[in-house]
């Protein structure tokens, strides 16, 4: 009996310390390509000074995502923490301020693994010319989003107050986020805008598909003035 209890204990040790070595693994190929996404980003002038912010769902639940004040086109793998599903800290470094929004993200949508938060300049000025939600139709472009396949469609993108009580604001996030509609980002009055995806390369289509249909009302409202 003794025997076979210590060997069923080595057993569950080898066990929990392959699964480590696979979350280990997970979160590094995640980290690098959140860096990757960083200066991809901060090249097309999206994440200026230290703005922005990004995250992954591991596959036990927890999130990789940017430190606190680290600069989005600089970034290193040591730029990437993680924190548990409520946003706690597990290594004891501060994450980004808006942590909660990216959990609140995770808990409404099943479909997100990544988020990306940019600070474009079409984000931030239509931010600011829009009462409390944004209507793309009829662009060709709304093919880029996941699900959508065709441009006889309209997507309906709110617009949140910016606000520095994260938790307040991630609260609204959600209550917006849980819209019969389907919601592929939120844009944040003056600030910039959250989009996600199932994996990084999605979230970094659905963020230039935005940033274009962003460009074209710009535009279009510029014109029509």
């Known amino acids: 009996m003794a025997y076979r ?8 040790n080898i066990y929990h310390r392959l699964e480590m070595v696979s979350l280990m693994t997970e979160f590094r190929q995640q980290a690098a390509a959140l860096v990757e996404a960083g200066r991809q980003l901060y090249a097309r ?4 000074a230290t703005s922005g912010n990004f995250s992954a769902r ?6 990789a995502i940017t430190v606190s004040g680290a600069h989005k086109g600089k970034l290193k793998e040591s730029d990437i923490m993680r924190v548990d599903a409520e946003g706690q800290t597990l290594d004891g470094r501060q994450p980004s301020a808006e942590t909660l929004l990216h959990v609140g993200i995770y808990q409404c949508r099943a479909d997100a693994h990544v988020v990306l938060h940019p600070h474009s300049i079409p984000a931030t000025v239509l931010s600011r010319l829009c009462e409390d939600s944004l209507l793309l139709q009829n662009y060709e472009l709304l093919k880029a989003f996941s699900g959508i396949d065709s441009h006889q469609t309209s997507l309906v993108v709110p617009v949140l107050d910016n606000d520095q009580n994260i938790a307040r604001l991630a609260a609204k996030a959600e209550s917006r986020l849980k819209s019969t509609r389907p919601v592929y980002g939120y844009l944040i009055r003056g600030h910039g805008f959250y989009t996600w995806g199932k994996e990084i390369s999605a979230a970094l289509r659905h963020v230039e598909a935005f940033e274009f249909l962003f460009e074209c009302e710009l535009l279009m409202r510029r014109y029509q003035s």
């Open 5 to 12: 209890d210590a060997w069923s204990i080595l057993v569950l």
């Open 58 to 63: 591991l596959s036990d639940g927890t999130l």
């Open 45 to 48: 002038g999206m994440v200026p």
